[in-house]
């Protein structure tokens, strides 16, 4: 993934100008920042939905959109195998294997018409994470999402990316997903030319070990909130 120049323009309004942005491979890189910042507008860039010459990214992607985009006819459990290579079985298979630590088992030979939203997001979620690329990018993946499974789908997403090491793009507003999950993050604001980056810092403190009340983690919370209320 080259490190190019991104424009993006809407009408008269730059959402960004020449701007350059290199998330650091198998690493994931948490973005935060204010609605308008141009945060879902650079997952879009990477997964080649708004065009770039050059291109800035090449390889293949999977997205986890804010809504869930699931092809209707499918089952739950279709959706996710129709990504994969493969015999039928394998492929079902290993669907079902993921559903089952999405805790959606019983989910998997329902239609997206019968799934909840959260359900529904769940599925999308599963179906990036199969998916064999090397490159993922999510936009706030858990929103909606009660607040103790957001905490053991995060903790699911950690354990699952951590024996793939992909290069991770992960949008959210939340400052804790954040710190929970990033290698990296990186606040945007939108300036007068567009996107702009207010904050870039990595965190290398084990992700097992951090959790509120830790004074590295809350230090890293206090500086965010104070950037991100500033904006």
């Known amino acids: 993934m080259e490190n190019r120049e991104i424009s993006v323009r809407f009408g008269d309004k730059i959402i960004f100008d020449r701007f350059r942005f290199h998330p650091e491979e198998n690493k994931i890189t948490c973005i935060l920042g204010p609605s308008g910042s141009g945060k879902t ?13 050059p291109k800035v990214c ?12 699931l ?28 559903l089952n630590d999405m805790e959606l088992a019983d ?29 993922l990018l999510m936009d706030e993946p858990f929103k909606g999402l009660d607040l103790a499974l957001q905490e053991r789908l995060i903790r699911y997403f950690i354990k699952y990316w951590e024996n793939e090491k992909r290069t991770a793009i992960f ?8 710190i929970l999950v990033a290698d990296r993050i990186v606040v945007l604001k939108n300036g007068e030319k567009g996107a702009e980056v207010v904050f870039d810092r990595a965190f290398e403190m084990p992700r097992k070990d951090r959790a509120l009340g830790d004074p590295k983690v809350d230090e890293l919370r206090s500086d965010l909130h104070s950037v991100l209320v500033s904006l």
Do not use: W
């Open 41 to 53: 507008t650079l997952l879009k860039v990477f997964a080649g939905l708004i065009p770039q010459n």
């Open 58 to 69: 090449a390889g293949k992607c999977s997205m986890i959109f804010q809504d869930h985009r």
């Open 71 to 98: 092809l209707p006819n499918l089952t739950a459990r279709d959706n996710l195998a129709i990504v994969l290579s493969g015999k039928r079985k394998e492929k079902r298979e290993k669907a079902n294997r993921l």
């Open 107 to 135: 989910a998997a030979n329902l239609y997206p018409s019968e799934l909840s939203g959260g359900m529904a997001q769940r599925v999308a979620i599963a179906r990036a994470l199969i998916y064999p690329s090397p490159l």
């Open 171 to 178: 949008v959210t507003h939340s400052i804790l997903e954040a």
